[in-house]
């Protein structure tokens, strides 16, 4: 139970007569200093009822409320302060942690259905870049959290594995490429060749008729074009494993664009079957007026099918295949026009479980202020940006530490975290400007900075050589302990919090809040000094370990016991 139930609940049992329990709990406030307690209740909402000045009522209110839980309660103007008792809240909610350890805060919300979560999704051919870093980290905290709260998520890889770009491709390779260079370094050959095109085209215009031509080979199933296309995927797949390998993320399915080649004709069918599909210009829309969105268009006036068609057969295939309780898209803001047509079509094709589909948009990864970009080869690749992280973590770690025996693999952890956990600190539609140099900082709001707290915390543990029990009752009572309690207290809701927003920053700014209010402890209290409350004081230094290393698993970072 939480401050709150357990104020709502007090203040419930006065006034059950007038207001529900829920209504009471919507009331309560979280006071913004701690000179006004712990929580707080407005009593204006009850003025109507009583016919009373507000001031009154809260002062009455006083009068009746059971003050066994609380260690006072203060009446200031119309609000009531509430003082929670720190030796129950911290008891208990020390004895919770001791008991559930890594559990705390799991919750079986979800019953164990199924969500699908489209993310990542890169283009073969193409190397990895920073650009990819936000759906792909985003996408994987998201399952973490969904699976603590009873989930199972399916994360799918919708590989951009067809389309013209592929007809450039084969141009490109025919015209400049060697096979020796391609398999020597296939990304960085591939896109070499594709910002070639594109800056060849400009001044050969006729060299997209060429790619178009190429392409059309392809979804013809010419066996030259096949090979190559294969080879260009097979080749980017053992790349891409590569980087997946580094950030620790895997996927259930790399089922992409090409795999609905064979799939899309139904949809086309169904659409016609149900009188949906209009003809404008010769093209094939859905009328999506009353929705007050632009037509969708299902086939172009060449018949050529469109993103959406492919998108509509991977929804369906998606419900049929894995009879989803929700269906994400872990896709980029630009994108909210194109989901928004897509539920749209599939509402209009009567599938209601279309309201259970949602498109998770994120801002930008800038670099200097500008937008990255593929086409003109103005990118920054994510190995590169992984591998300095971690050198950058090494020479920290060497500095502060040099005889760590395993400081190769603690600075990859590091490294890596930083990486991530700088992603998903930011709320998720925010753009954010990437500097490596704050990324990596061991100081500041940082991965590294809440990995260090826990190493930190660990060695305290370890110097006292100290083993929580769940049955001892281990009660704190001072203020600088009180802060570190409310957090540990609030982070079953943190966690419903980021699940029901799909925002990993929610538990991102958790860990940092829990490592802040640590390091103050740490920097006022002798914790190892012996007296009667240093097991309790070392229960507390536990829990923070358990739940700082849970927030950090939940985003993909890990915790390592030494730095």
Do not use: C
């Not at 419930?12 to 309560?28: A, I, M, S």
């Not at 790399?254 to 169904?270: R, S």
């Not at 989803?324 to 896709?331: C, E, I, P, Q």
């Not at 704050?438 to 100290?466: C, D, N």
């Amino acid at each position: 139970m939480n401050n709150k139930e357990i104020v709502a609940q007090a203040i419930f049992e006065v006034v059950k007569d007038n207001l529900t329990l829920p209504e009471v709990e919507r009331l309560l406030e979280n006071p913004k200093s701690v000179d006004h307690g712990d929580v707080a209740f407005p009593a204006f909402s009850l003025a109507k009822v009583f016919r009373k000045a507000p001031q009154q009522i809260a002062a009455e209110l006083a009068e009746k409320i059971n003050p066994e839980t609380f260690e006072k309660i203060e009446v200031v103007g119309p609000y009531l302060n509430f003082f929670m008792k720190k030796e129950v809240i911290s008891s208990m909610v020390l004895k919770q942690i001791a008991k559930e350890e890594k559990h705390f805060g799991d919750s079986n919300i979800g019953n164990e259905g199924n969500v699908t979560i489209d993310m990542s999704s890169p283009n073969i051919a193409k190397p990895i870049s920073m650009g990819h870093l936000r759906s792909t980290v985003i996408g994987n905290s998201i399952s973490l959290i969904l699976s603590k709260i009873g989930y199972n998520p399916i994360k799918i890889n919708h590989l951009g594995d067809w389309g013209t770009q592929f007809g450039k491709l084969i141009v490109a390779y025919k015209k400049w490429g060697s096979e020796e260079k391609v398999k020597a370094e296939p990304i960085t050959e591939l896109l070499r060749l594709y910002v070639e095109f594109h800056e060849k085209a400009e001044e050969e215009p006729e060299l997209n008729d060429d790619a178009r031509a190429w392409f059309k080979r392809l979804e013809e199933n010419d066996e030259e074009a096949l090979n190559l296309w294969k080879w260009f995927r097979s080749e980017s797949l053992k790349e891409f494993s590569k980087i997946y390998g580094m950030l620790e993320i895997d996927f259930d399915s790399y089922n992409g664009e090409a795999f609905y080649n064979d799939k899309m004709n139904e949809v086309v069918t169904m659409l016609e079957e149900k009188h949906l599909l209009q003809t404008n210009e010769g093209a094939e829309i859905v009328d999506l007026e009353k929705y007050d969105l632009n037509p969708a268009l299902i086939k172009k006036s060449d018949g050529a099918t469109l993103y959406i068609t492919r998108d509509l057969a991977a929804a369906l295939y998606r419900k049929r295949e894995y009879n989803f309780v929700k269906s994400l898209y872990v896709v980029g803001n630009e994108q909210s026009g194109h989901f928004k047509q897509l539920k749209a079509v599939l509402k209009e094709m009567d599938f209601d479980w279309s309201d259970e589909m949602v498109h998770i948009p994120f801002g930008l990864i800038t670099k200097d202020g500008k937008k990255l970009s593929t086409r003109k080869g103005k990118i920054v690749l994510l190995e590169e940006v992984l591998n300095e992280a971690k050198d950058s973590a090494l020479a920290q770690i060497q500095e502060k530490n040099p005889d760590l025996p395993n400081r190769e693999e603690v600075a990859h952890q590091v490294g890596v975290g930083a990486v991530i956990f700088h992603d998903l600190k930011n709320d998720r539609l925010n753009n954010f400007d990437f500097n490596l140099e704050e990324v990596v900082r061991f100081e500041g709001e940082t991965g590294p900075y809440v990995q260090y707290t826990h190493a930190r915390a660990m060695s305290i543990l370890e110097k006292a050589g100290f083993t929580v029990d769940a049955e001892t009752v281990y009660a704190l009572n001072d203020s600088d302990s009180w802060e570190i309690i409310k957090l540990l207290q609030s982070y079953p809701e943190v966690v419903m919090q980021a699940a029901d927003q799909y925002e990993p920053s929610v538990i991102a700014k958790h860990s940092i809040r829990l490592a802040q209010a640590f390091n103050k402890y740490y920097a006022h209290t002798k914790i190892l000094v012996d007296d009667e409350q240093k097991e309790a004081r070392l229960a507390l230094v536990h829990a923070v370990t358990v739940i700082l290393k849970e927030d950090l698993r939940l985003l993909g970072v890990h915790a390592p016991n030494k730095m």
